[in-house]
């Protein structure tokens, strides 16, 4: 027998549970598929518990420095590592049972169990039931690519999802991967006290940054003791007692633990996509319109599994757009969105739109400024002047294209400069917004008024 719904939701991540939400308020019957954890990564895997390791580890990081604000009484500092793990694990578990209480208690919606897979014509099979439905939502998420280096099935490697479970400290981590995820892991398990080492292949830390902004993440890296090697051409694992052997070229590197961190794979090899006719490219993200429809009609495709997004805050937008253009009759597109991030090391990384060299590359008559946080009042009173403040801007139309802020609050004070964009606002008029000080924020204005072109 089959049972019978409006709408089937796979994956309990962050946009199925509000979509569920919004479908039921509207009437409509929703079920509600998970085979693992509801909360998805961010709840489970992802921001909750590393920002609350991010967290604990810069309060490791202030009570070192605390003589040089002229604190007493601060000891040596240590971290015990099952108490870091607790907290972690608290936190992430009382999102976790939020999310439960919430779909457990939402009118019109069932919570099933299980590993779905499309049959075609708008069914769905879990386990031995078969569910129906006229709209089908894929929101399975993603999980970390398990590199086919040589040696690496042979050694007790991580992941950013069983690096949560560690209650003892690394002697040394090695990290292959210099990118986001990698880079948030280092600097908290070198201020932890770990001795940490990052592997990278490209030629520069986070590839797709402008080379300032790599340049400058690694100095703030390095500065508090991290080994990092990029342009590696050759990385292979051995089992060395207890221990592991990292070769690195003609280098041998002695390590406790390894964290791979070199990207992220779609969870959509096992849903039976080719059944349904739903198209995948070569990496096996879900091919979307503009509207996050798939190949398939009545079948959409949200968050981490369609490529168009790898955060939390774009898996939320997805389910912002489906609303809407669904629910509310509007035609929002997901090629309108303002692409920004943040990478949360400390001090942060605050990212949006384009980067100095996409404007370049884009063939536009770029303008551009850039400020060192030394001039930013609020990072001299807080001793923390690391980084910068960068704004790249059309010098034909006053659009802002892009911006960077790498340095205290950088993951906050990019906002400004989201919703200018958001918007449409020139940098004409934002030029004479007259922000609080003291804050990072307050240099934006300025840092709009002294745009000038690339080359001068």
């Given amino acids: 027998m089959t049972r019978r719904f409006d709408a089937i939701i796979i994956g309990a991540g962050q946009a199925g549970p509000a979509l569920a939400d919004r479908l039921t308020k509207s009437g ?12 998805g990564t961010c709840v489970n895997t992802g921001c909750m518990p590393t920002k609350a390791l991010v967290a604990i580890a810069r309060v490791a990081h202030v009570a070192r420095r605390a003589g040089e604000f002229g604190v007493r009484g601060v000891g040596p500092v240590s971290v015990d590592m099952t108490q870091v793990k607790a907290r972690a694990a608290t936190i992430s578990g009382n999102a976790r049972q939020n999310v439960t209480t919430w779909l457990d208690g939402m009118p019109g919606c069932t919570v099933i169990r299980g590993h779905a897979r499309l049959e075609g014509n708008g069914m769905v099979r879990v386990g031995e039931e078969t569910l129906a439905a006229d709209w089908i939502f894929l929101n399975v998420g993603g999980r970390a690519l398990v590199p086919e280096l040589p040696g690496v099935r042979d050694i007790p490697y991580l992941t950013n999802t069983s690096i949560l479970q560690l209650d003892t400290l690394p002697a040394h981590l090695v990290i292959i991967g210099g990118s986001y995820v990698g880079l948030e892991f280092a600097q908290m398990y070198r201020r932890f006290g770990t001795q940490v080492t990052v592997i990278e292949k490209g030629p520069a830390l986070i590839g797709r940054e402008d080379e300032d902004v790599s340049a400058a993440v690694r100095d703030i890296l390095e500065a508090e003791g991290i080994h990092i090697h990029t342009h590696v051409r050759e990385i292979g694992f051995a089992k060395a007692g207890d221990g592991i052997t990292v070769q690195v070229d003609q ?25 349904a006719g739903v198209a995948t490219d070569s990496r096996g993200y879900i091919q979307v319109d503009g ?42 597109s997901v090629d309108d969105r303002i692409a920004g991030y943040a990478l949360y090391i400390d001090p942060p990384l605050g990212r949006v739109g384009m980067s100095e060299h996409q404007a370049s590359a884009s063939g536009k008559s770029v303008l551009v400024n850039k400020r060192p946080m030394t001039r930013v009042g609020r990072a001299v009173e807080k001793d923390e002047t690391q980084g910068f403040m960068k704004v790249v801007a059309d010098a034909k139309s006053g659009e802002i294209l892009g911006a960077a802020i790498l340095g205290t609050g950088g993951d906050e004070a990019i906002h400004g400069i989201i919703d200018m964009m958001s918007v449409g606002a020139t940098v004409a008029q934002m030029t004479w917004a007259v922000p609080v000080h003291p804050t990072v924020s307050e240099l934006i204005p300025t840092l709009l008024s002294g745009l000038h072109p690339v080359d001068a």
């Fill in 291 to 332: 509207q996050l429809g798939t190949s398939a009609p009545g079948i959409w495709a949200l968050g981490d599994c369609n490529g168009r997004g790898a955060f939390t805050h774009t898996a939320y937008n997805d389910y912002e757009i489906v609303a809407a253009n669904l629910l509310d009759g509007e035609s929002r």
């Fill in 251 to 275: 280098n041998n590197i002695a390590c406790s633990h390894v964290l791979l961190a070199v990207g992220r794979v779609p969870n959509t090899s096992d849903l039976g996509l080719e059944r």
């Fill in 28 to 39: 409509k019957t929703v079920a509600m598929i998970e085979r693992k954890w509801l909360g």
